[in-house]
């Protein structure tokens, strides 16, 4: 039989609304508050929008993130409850998510690197549409796009601006990302494409001096780009906590049957 996993010391951040700060005070006070350095689990108090920046902030140190809602949207968060937060975290769930990596080359030739949790998406900067080809795994897939733009998201992205702009929802164990054009105008049926989550995907801008198109990665952002790469980065993974019965996977399990 596994042991539960022990949280004994606690780092909370919070975002700054007053429901936020309120439950924020009261946690500490309850059970202290450690540095991020120090602490055995992160607990974000929030919306999705704190999730992702303390997903970000902590990419790299292996800690796991926990949300309570607090905020607006809180689809990657739990239930706010201030009462046996221990015995909560040692019988939540881990699920692990891998970012994804973009390379974007600007005009000028400068390439920016950022990762994402949700999505890369390319969007038309002008009032003209966006001309991109798309390359998988350096083979043309499509000569050409005429969109508003196009992402690739990741499961834990799909839910998100995806599913906004008519993606498919995958669920959060899915070894694949979606490609989805955002108001393709031609090939005007395309609804994009589901790729393996191992995809190199390429997309080059066309008549970029005349259609000037910005890439995104969740909130960074490069203009005026020519060429976006876009690949999982397996060399990092992230540790999210669900209560029981409110896993990510059933999260988006509901959502694909709309409620």
Do not use: C
Not at 127 to 156: K, N, S
């Amino acid at each position: 039989m596994t042991t539960p996993q022990r949280y004994d010391h606690i780092a909370f951040v919070a975002s700054p609304g007053a429901e936020a700060q309120q439950a924020l005070a009261q946690l500490v006070q309850m059970y202290g508050n450690h540095d991020p350095d120090d602490a055995d689990v992160v607990v974000a108090l929030g919306g999705d929008g704190l999730m992702l920046q303390t997903l970000h902030a902590h990419m790299h140190s292996g800690k796991p993130i926990y949300g309570m809602h607090r905020g607006t949207v809180g689809f990657l968060m739990n239930e706010f409850s201030a009462l046996d937060l221990h015995a909560r975290l040692a019988a939540a769930r881990d699920t692990v998510i891998h970012p994804l990596l973009m390379r974007a080359t600007d005009v000028h030739g400068k390439v920016h690197i950022h990762h994402a949790i949700n999505e890369v998406a390319l969007f038309r900067q002008t009032h003209q549409a966006a001309r991109l080809r798309i390359l998988i795994d350096e083979h043309e897939r499509m000569a050409e796009l005429v969109a508003d733009g196009i992402m690739v998201a990741t499961p834990a992205g799909s839910t998100a601006y995806n599913l906004s702009a008519q993606g498919p929802i995958l669920p959060i164990n899915a070894a694949l990302l979606a490609l989805t054009p955002i108001s393709a105008f031609r090939p005007r049926r395309w609804r994009g494409a589901l790729l393996p989550n191992t995809a190199f995907v390429v997309i080059e801008v066309l008549e970029g001096e005349k259609r000037p198109v910005a890439a995104v990665a969740d909130h960074d952002e490069a203009r005026d780009v020519r060429r976006v790469e876009v690949i999982s980065d397996k060399t990092i993974s992230m540790r999210m906590l669900f209560d029981p019965g409110h896993s990510l996977e059933e999260r988006i399990l509901r959502e694909q049957f709309g409620y």
